[in-house]
């Protein structure tokens, strides 16, 4: 692997996760001006990191049978036939060591989301790996220097819109925080293997555009019995209340509009929404006693929602979002667009109550319960009014004192267009698609601000790999965060992980279609 990564970089060869590939930043750019993925810069970086205890684990993704409950199974992929995948735990300063066994029908990788890790065990194919081929295994190896909530997937293609996703979580040696309990909540939207449809199948009839969408089983646009949803460019799509149920996947390209996040929610209306992967009809229980103090580690693993999350009768305390403490707030409910994480802190009640996360803009909820005692279960379809309350997001949040980021100057801005819509699927960055290989540049010890500009109608959770940039005016540190439609979001970060990183849409279906691109740290004297 590491003399792959020596041959992507020398030839300055950059490949979407579906296999496109493009050129550098300019004609006159050279290969050797870039920091290579398993460069020396990339070497001393990591041995900075005082490498300590390692950690092995093994994973084979594979076909598999998902049991959603109440009898509902689909054909997927997953890692180890379990949904989500089995959790991975460590504790900051070890070093992880995993195996990937590939038995899927086709290449494959895992992305570590949220971790400042060493550039070539990042998991990009084309960028800092070559892809682990069907019937092979790759070994990952690298330091974890930050405890938090954190989460592993492909990035590859639309697969981690598939079952190919787990929890990793990195344990504080010296944890701050005092609970009882603790749950690991991961959150899904679901469409692979139902009524035979595929995240595939669904991107392929979303890069049709919707001038020239084919709607199998009477799909209309216009007199939607969901509101006149606006998609991309005032384009109305969904099903007539007289027509026929779609099948396939076309019945799922519908969405709905949010007020909440400004536009079109998804372009997605996903026929289920899990947790922990149950559907709400036949949902997790979590139990504790009464009075029991719960840490609940929220993960959204959606590939195209954002989730409300709220506790029946519970007020929650956010203490954390990707990973990184702040100051303790405390909420009814809250927001997580994909890709994002929150750590929040609960004082259980008696009785039995509803996790309920609301499909934001899609009217759907996923459940889990939560049963400290007797009583009857609330139905599938229940709606605390914690929901009614306005979600906290992460704009409200200021980060603890001691991740803060100084007050110190950017050396250098990046201003990054959020550019596209749902007409011709053309989503991308300042109009350059990932195919197109472009890199912004930066160099080791800058302070950068990167401002992204929403010229969309639709919200994108922009995510960075390799490290975590802090929100406006003391702010959260975030690795993901949501840029509303017709805004823009400066955020800050220190460039101190040198390689070739991806920043990108963690809608899986805007960053397939092209809405990716690559920081990259310039060489000393390039």
């Not at 997927?76 to 990937?100: C, M, Q, S």
């Not at 590859?156 to 079952?163: I, K, N, V």
């Not at 709607?215 to 939607?224: A, D, E, L, N, V």
């Not at 080791?444 to 959770?461: I, K, Q, S, Y």
Request: aromatic share 6%; proline share 6%; hydrophobic share 35%.
């Amino acid at each position: 692997m590491l003399g792959a990564g020596v041959a992507l970089a020398a030839t300055g060869l950059l490949s979407a996760c579906s296999g496109k590939g493009g050129g550098s930043s300019s004609p006159s750019a050279r290969a050797a001006d870039w920091v290579a993925p398993d460069g020396p810069e990339v070497a001393a970086a990591e041995s900075r990191r005082r490498p300590g205890t390692l950690r092995s684990f093994r994973l084979t993704a594979a076909t598999a049978r998902a049991d959603l409950g109440g009898g509902r199974t689909v054909t997927t992929w997953a890692y180890d036939d379990a949904l989500p995948g089995k959790e991975l735990r460590l504790r900051a300063g070890e070093t992880l060591g995993l195996t990937l066994a590939n038995h899927l029908p086709e290449p494959t990788s895992v992305h570590w989301h949220g971790l400042a890790l060493r550039n070539d065990m990042d998991g990009v194919p084309g960028l800092t790996q070559r892809a682990i081929r069907p019937g092979a295994s790759q070994d990952y190896r690298f330091t974890v220097t930050h405890p938090g909530t954190y989460w592993l997937h492909p990035h590859s293609g639309t697969q981690q819109d598939r079952g190919l996703y787990a929890p990793l979580i990195v344990e504080d040696p010296k944890e701050p925080l005092q609970y009882d309990k603790e749950w690991v909540v991961v959150l899904d939207d679901w469409v692979d293997g139902v009524d035979g449809s595929t995240p595939d199948a669904v991107l392929a009839e979303l890069r049709r555009g919707m001038g020239g969408m084919q709607h199998g089983g009477g799909m209309q646009h216009g007199g939607t019995d969901h509101g006149g949803m606006q998609h991309g460019g005032g384009m109305q799509h969904g099903t007539s209340p007289s027509s026929p149920a779609p099948s396939g996947p076309s019945r799922m390209l519908m969405g709905a509009t949010s007020e909440l996040l400004g536009g079109d929610a998804g372009d997605v209306a996903y026929p289920h929404y899990l947790v922990n992967g149950r559907t709400a009809e036949d949902p997790r229980t979590f139990t504790a006693r009464p009075g029991d103090r719960i840490r609940i580690r929220l993960i959204n693993a959606g590939g195209d929602t954002a989730f409300r999350v709220a506790l029946g009768g519970h007020r929650m305390t956010v203490t954390h979002t990707d990973g990184f403490p702040v100051e303790h707030t405390e909420t009814d409910a809250l927001l997580l667009g994909m890709g994002e994480r929150y750590d929040v802190l609960v004082r259980a009640e008696d009785g039995v109550f509803p996790l309920t996360a609301l499909a934001e803009g899609k009217d759907r909820t996923a459940l889990a319960l939560l049963r400290t005692g007797g009583g009857e279960a609330p139905a599938a379809d229940v709606r605390p009014r914690e929901l009614e309350s306005a979600p906290l997001t992460a704009r409200r949040l200021k980060a603890a004192e001691g991740v803060r980021l100084d007050g110190r100057r950017p050396d250098r801005e990046l201003t990054l267009r959020l550019t596209g819509s749902m007409e011709k699927y053309d989503w991308a960055i300042d109009g350059r698609t990932y195919a197109d290989g472009h890199r912004y540049p930066v160099a080791a010890g800058e302070r950068v601000r990167l401002t992204f500009v929403n010229d969309t109608t639709m919200w994108h959770p922009m995510h960075l790999h390799g490290h975590t940039f802090a929100l406006p005016d003391g702010g959260p540190r975030k690795d993901t965060a949501i840029v509303l439609p017709g805004t823009r979001l400066a955020v800050d970060f220190d460039a101190d992980n040198p390689g070739l990183w991806m920043l990108h849409c963690h809608n899986v279906y805007h960053a397939e279609a092209g809405m990716m691109t690559v920081l990259g740290y310039r060489r000393q004297g390039a």
